[in-house]
């Protein structure tokens, strides 16, 4: 849920709710404008994420014990 933003990012459904994952993908098959433009948001919010970045932080949070 952290990258994904309900509706800008992507489409989130409750953990372990099979049939309103199904509706998410359903409505993004259906709805060719909403896939496009959650693409093109996902893309260039991704941008701002650095592997280097990410793993450093990733150490940071777990150090060794």
Request: glycine share 8%; aromatic share 8%; proline share 5%.
């Amino acid at each position: 849920p952290e990258i994904v933003h309900f509706g800008t990012t992507g489409l989130l459904a409750p953990v372990g709710d099979g049939a309103a994952l199904a509706l998410k993908v359903i409505r993004l098959l259906a709805d060719s404008d909403l896939r496009e433009r959650i693409r093109q948001e996902a893309l260039e919010y991704v941008k701002g994420f650095d592997y280097h970045e990410t793993a450093r932080k990733t150490i940071e949070h777990y150090p060794e014990s």
